[in-house]
């Protein structure tokens, strides 16, 4: 029972419409994977308004989900993205939370 991701490619580009396709779209397959144990959701990146909708629906899923954790990472298909994916899997109380990850840190010492 490991960590899922759903890759939401694309949605559209305004707050009300891509809300509801995430709704109709991704939603289903998000609880269908959750049957299975828990969920990263990693979206596209977005400008702000697209935030209080995303994580509304992260939330509510980990809510409806729970002991299964939920958790989105707004993001580029890039190695920090990934990074961050894969360190949610290894992070057991962190759950509801929407991360944003721009890629442009340095974190090498």
């Known amino acids: 029972m ?3 991701v759903l890759l ?10 891509a809300a509801a396709a995430f709704h109709a779209d991704h939603l289903p397959r998000a609880r269908a994977l959750l049957a299975q ?13 697209h935030r209080a909708w995303r994580l509304a629906a992260v ?4 809510r409806e989900a ?11 298909d890039d190695p920090a993205t990934a990074a961050t ?9 962190i759950t ?10 340095d974190t090498q010492a």
């Open 2 to 4: 490991g960590q899922a």
């Open 8 to 17: 939401v490619a694309s949605l559209p580009p305004t707050p009300l419409d």
């Open 37 to 49: 144990g828990d969920l990263a959701i990693h979206f596209p990146p977005a400008d702000h308004p």
């Open 59 to 62: 939330q509510e899923l980990a």
């Open 66 to 76: 729970a002991p299964h954790r939920v958790n989105g990472v707004e993001g580029d």
């Open 85 to 93: 994916i894969a360190w949610l899997a290894d992070a057991p109380a």
């Open 96 to 105: 509801g939370q929407l991360l944003g990850v721009d890629g442009n840190s």
